[in-house]
């Protein structure tokens, strides 16, 4: 009688909430939101985010679940979990983390000896409340094998500071408060966003975009609805001008002289005057 392996599990949730703020969260949401609409046109890139990757068959234990993610080379699809021996055994490139109390310790040991075990190729961190890290936003490149701090560029009198994913073609910003940067306190809070640094342009999440391009819609119709207002409003002036002309021929004004005066052509004067 053969005897059958037992089935082994691989749990989708640890039963803990997605994350332990509204700081967390809504960064968590902007980044995966945005980079998949920046991926969208690449079929073979996978954005997700605090989701199980299991990367060792029949070891349900070695999982990770960062808070962002990007893998290349895999199929774009909803997954309820990812399991490397399935997919090729690609695992994340791009890894960025959400730092909070309960992860800080996490985020800067021992994750960072995982992930570069793994070959993911960056680590980014960022805080949030400026509570857990210094700098707020770090990130790493992995060299040889050990991770390497990547350069950070700032122009503080914009209160901007910035690191290039060479991963991802894009630069993480961070934008400081202009009121903290006069004061000299550290801020509350920072603006972190991706951009695209050969356009210069600020990656937007699907909601983002959408908004956008409502306003347009609204700003493009208060245009052409002011343009034909003003053509109205010459139109008008203009038949008022032409009516006025037999006025003006009543109290013996030549038509140069009314022409002149309305700013009217000579032939269209002498045309009202023929009629």
């Known amino acids: 009688m053969v005897q059958r392996l037992p089935l082994i599990e691989y749990p989708e949730s640890d039963g803990q ?10 960064y968590l949401v902007y980044a995966v939101s945005a ?30 679940s960062p808070d962002v993610f990007v893998i290349f080379g895999v199929s774009k699809r909803q997954r309820r979990s990812y399991k490397a021996w399935q997919e090729g055994d690609k695992l994340p490139s791009f890894v960025l983390e959400i730092t909070s109390r309960s992860t800080k310790k996490e ?12 070959g993911v190729q960056e680590y980014f961190q960022y805080d949030p409340t ?15 094998g050990q991770y390497q701090p990547i350069a950070v560029q700032s122009s503080p009198e914009e209160g901007e500071y910035s690191l290039l994913s060479q991963t991802l073609g894009l630069e993480l910003r961070l934008k400081v408060p202009q009121a903290s940067i006069l004061s000299g306190l550290a801020p ?3 603006d972190l966003r991706f951009y695209d640094p050969i356009s210069n342009t600020q990656l937007l999440t699907f909601e983002e975009t959408e908004e956008a391009r409502t306003q347009a819609e609204s700003l493009q119709q208060q245009a052409e609805q002011a343009k ?40 269209e004067v002498e045309s009202s005057t023929a009629e």
């Open 17 to 26: 909430p997605m994350t332990e703020s509204d700081p967390t969260r809504d």
């Open 35 to 64: 980079l998949r609409l920046f991926f969208q046109g690449r079929r073979n890139v996978y954005v997700s985010g605090n989701l199980f990757i299991y990367y060792e068959e029949g070891n349900p234990k070695k999982c990770i």
């Open 107 to 118: 985020d800067e040991s021992n994750k960072p000896k995982l992930y570069a075990s793994l």
């Open 130 to 144: 400026g509570d857990y890290l210094q700098p707020q936003l770090k990130g790493q490149r992995l060299v040889d």
């Open 188 to 190: 509350a809070s920072l």
């Open 228 to 267: 034909q207002q003003a053509e109205q409003a010459r139109e008008t002036e203009a038949l008022e001008r032409r009516a006025s002309i037999p006025r003006l021929l009543a109290i013996g004004l030549t038509p140069e002289q009314i022409a002149q005066a309305l700013n009217l052509p000579l032939e």
